[in-house]
């Protein structure tokens, strides 16, 4: 499968957002995705993930996000979506959208298909 990231740009403080990871063929309601970012000269963090159609429905965010974002999924429009609001400066990164092999109350295990990141900055 292969994953498109789109949405992304420049916000100021307190604003919303919404990224969409567009995923080819027809499986697409049979993988587990995640949303990870990549700040400039740090280290690529798991933002949020959710389960396949087929698993156990867990939906995890990272502590940073809980209560702001908002992870969904349309198995139709092999789309998944990262509601993002009161955005701050530090969300400010590249945001990128896998496959995962599952999603856990702890965060995505196992990678699979990356798509190419969208750029998400917040400043005034």
């Known amino acids: 499968v292969q994953l498109q990231a789109s949405g992304g740009g420049l916000v100021q403080p307190g604003g919303s957002l919404r990224l969409s990871c567009v995923a080819s063929?027809?499986?697409?309601?049979?993988?587990?995705i995640g949303w990870f970012r990549q700040a400039p000269g740090k280290e690529r963090d798991g933002v949020s993930c959710i389960s396949s159609s087929t698993g156990d429905g867990t939906i995890y965010y990272a502590d940073s996000v809980k209560g702001r974002f908002t992870i969904s999924r349309s198995n139709a429009k092999n789309t998944a979506y990262l509601q993002m609001n009161n955005l701050k400066p530090d969300d400010t990164a590249v945001y990128y959208c896998?496959?995962?092999?599952?999603?856990?109350?702890?965060?995505?295990?196992?990678?699979?298909?990356w798509g190419q990141g969208t750029l998400v900055t917040v400043s005034s």
């Open positions: 896998a496959t995962v092999g599952f999603c856990r109350k702890y965060g995505s295990e196992g990678f699979g298909s």
């Open positions: 063929g027809s499986t697409f309601d049979t993988y587990a």
